[in-house]
């Protein structure tokens, strides 16, 4: 089952912050977040594993609560360069199930 | 390493033709993914498999077959296209089970069924 993100769509000014929320129905052991630009393929952001241990970009800051099956993406002091859509993904067996993505435009 | 590769790029069907989708990857990663991305709906997982030999399915297999014979080579098969199999495919693979590591992504393959 696609976990759920929110907002659909956010729209900055360079230099603003934002967040992007992700959570799913069942217990989960890790969250992924990936970020794609139009045209291209997804890129690995940051992985959140259960019991606290991260992996990934040191500029983006992600949180994960277990028990609420939640996971923020913390998109600071935004550059023009993080525009693009921004998928969540939790484990489905061996592979990930996505969420439908949030659109992130940012202007100068 | 060129890391994971598709082919074709672009692929023009009409309805009920069959074929092949390639996958490749060099970095000796087991697992690896199949995923259709459509307007508004995210990636959704078609086929994955562990390692050479042993497949599963997604939350969306039908229409499509998967096999993998080798660790570097995982191909998705539509067996009888249909317009509703118009999207765009990427491959993906890790290292470690998917849900643990980094997965890489191929550049796509824009599938129009007509």
């Known amino acids: 089952q696609q976990p759920v993100q929110s907002p659909q769509a956010v729209i900055l000014r360079e230099g603003e912050d934002a967040v992007i929320n992700c959570s799913s129905s069942k217990a989960l052991y890790s969250v992924h977040w990936y970020r794609q630009k139009h045209g291209e393929a997804p890129v690995f952001l940051m992985i959140?594993?259960?019991?606290?241990e991260q992996k990934g970009h040191e500029k983006i800051s992600a949180s994960f609560n277990e028990k609420k099956q939640q996971s923020s993406l913390y998109l600071t002091a935004s550059q023009l360069s993080y525009s693009g859509t921004y998928f969540c993904?939790?484990?489905?067996?061996?592979?990930?199930?996505f969420g439908k993505g949030t659109s992130l435009l940012v202007t100068p | 390493n060129a890391g994971v590769t598709q082919t074709p790029k672009f692929q023009v069907l009409k309805t009920g033709q069959s074929m092949t989708l390639q996958c490749a990857q060099d970095?000796?990663?087991?697992?690896m993914s199949w995923y259709r991305q459509d307007p508004g709906m995210g990636l959704r997982l078609i086929h994955y498999s562990v390692g050479a030999g042993i497949t599963d399915q997604g939350e969306v297999p039908n229409g499509y077959n998967v096999s993998r014979s080798t660790t570097e080579d995982f191909p998705l098969r539509l067996l009888s296209a249909a317009p509703s199999q118009t999207s765009v495919y990427f491959c993906a693979s890790s290292y470690q089970s998917g849900h643990t590591d980094t997965q890489y992504f191929g550049p796509g393959t824009r599938l129009t069924v007509l």
């Open positions: 993904g939790t484990e489905e067996g061996y592979a990930l199930n």
């Open positions: 959140l594993l259960k019991g606290g």
């Open positions: 970095m000796n990663h087991e697992y």
